[in-house]
């Protein structure tokens, strides 16, 4: 089978797994909730890594001392999922990361016990799981493989009477002290920043609000926080220190918003992997290497990778995606990596 076709085939498979994980979490009644949630979701994002490290060209299997493969069943043994996070996200505070170590952790303590409880102490760790699955997913291999499409907001009572809201206090009550020090412990243990990023914890504050006037209204509404008048501000920013947060609107209708010249890129690659990377030398050849953008002579400059490389019009130069740079760091981290890509040598940041 081609690499193409394993890592589509990769694909395919991650996103079952993700749909098959949200639907067992949402469905009334069901057993092992989390347990059951958390196993199909770590296997949706094995297989998103995997296909990643195949589409980059990076081998994640183990080898021996001797640098031959090691072996299960005749077959090379793949990287666990811990170890692909570690080498996906490099930086140990990465909120991504953070959250998947800890949700590969919880899962772990409730496996074979129960877990009645957790899924209300872990609610916010589970949402930032699945949204930061389909954002790799679409920011990797493109919008149109995104899940959202197929997922739906569900029915809650619990949350919109007092007869609910007491149940979940009572379950949450429930809880055994071991797994409710986790959670507090695990927040505990993280950066401040990283314990506000809406990837390692998606807090959200739902308020009651009138049925909707007519149908162009939704019952749900998003509130802007630059929109905000500065009592309704303080009002909010009062519920966010009981827990909850607002959620902010991402910047839209930008020209090239998130992208970076290439010496910034250069920059966040060399922060992020072991070696020296120059913009002058090192950037230019990785372009070449992934062929993201025509060259300097071509006819038409505007024909790149538009997934990797923006052409600017106004400017007549090329900006590049944070793809591009999640792309360079994945494949420049080994030395075997950085010398394909940049045809020299790598040099480590501590030599003089």
Same mark, same amino acid.
């Given at each position: 089978m081609s690499r193409r076709r394993r890592w589509s085939a990769l694909l395919e498979a991650a996103r079952?797994?993700?749909?098959?994980?949200?639907? &067992?979490?949402?469905?009334?009644?069901?057993?092992? !909730?989390?347990?059951?949630?958390?196993?199909?979701?770590?296997?949706?994002?094995? *297989?998103?890594?995997?296909?990643?490290?195949?589409?980059?060209? $990076?081998?994640?299997?183990?080898?021996?001392?001797?640098?031959?493969?090691i072996r299960v069943d005749g077959e090379p043994k793949a990287w666990d999922l811990l170890t692909s996070v570690v080498r996906r996200w490099p930086d140990a505070d990465d909120p991504v990361r953070r959250n998947l170590e800890l949700t590969i952790q919880l899962r772990n303590k409730v496996e074979h016990r129960g877990s009645t409880g957790v899924e209300v102490l872990g609610m916010g760790f589970f949402l930032a799981l699945v949204i930061n699955?389909?954002?790799?997913?679409?920011? *990797?291999?493109?919008?149109?493989?995104?899940?959202?499409?197929?997922?739906?907001?569900?029915l809650a009572l619990n &949350?919109?009477?007092?007869?609910?809201?007491?149940?979940?206090?009572?379950?949450?009550?429930?809880?055994?002290d071991p797994l409710r020090d986790f959670f507090v412990q695990a927040r505990a243990d993280v950066p401040d920043e990283v314990a506000s990023d809406h990837r390692f914890e998606l807090r959200i504050d739902i308020v009651h609000k009138r049925a909707p006037k007519d149908l162009a209204d939704l019952a749900v509404t998003f509130v802007r926080e630059d929109q905000l008048a500065p009592a309704e501000r303080a009002a909010y920013e009062? &519920?966010?220190?009981?827990?909850?947060? $607002? $959620? !902010?609107e991402k910047h839209r209708?930008?020209?090239?918003?998130g992208n970076l010249k290439p010496k910034a890129a250069s920059k966040a690659v060399?922060?992020?992997?072991?070696?020296?990377?120059?913009?002058?030398?090192?950037?230019?050849?990785? *372009?070449?290497?992934f062929k993201v953008r025509p060259p300097s002579s071509a006819a038409e400059p505007a024909a790149t990778m538009e997934k990797y490389c923006v052409f600017d019009l106004a400017h007549g130069d090329y900006t590049y995606t944070p793809a591009f740079v999640d792309l360079l760091i994945r494949h420049c981290s080994s030395a075997e990596g950085f010398r394909e890509v940049t045809r020299a040598e790598p040099r480590a940041k501590d030599d003089a």
């Open positions: 079952l797994e993700a749909l098959t994980a949200i639907e &067992l979490y949402n469905r009334p009644r069901t057993t092992r !909730r989390v347990e059951n949630f958390l196993v199909h979701m770590h296997i949706a994002w094995m *297989c998103l890594l995997q296909a990643e490290f195949l589409q980059a060209g $990076i081998n994640f299997h183990y080898r021996d001392a001797h640098n031959r493969y699955f389909d954002e790799e997913l679409t920011n *990797c291999f493109g919008a149109g493989m995104t899940i959202a499409h197929d997922v739906h907001l569900p &949350l919109f009477s007092r007869e609910g809201m007491a149940s979940l206090a009572r379950i949450q009550q429930s809880v055994e009062q &519920l966010a220190r009981t827990g909850r947060v $607002i $959620i !902010r209708e930008v020209s090239n918003l060399q922060a992020a992997i072991p070696f020296h990377f120059g913009h002058s030398l090192h950037f230019p050849r990785a *372009c070449q290497h």
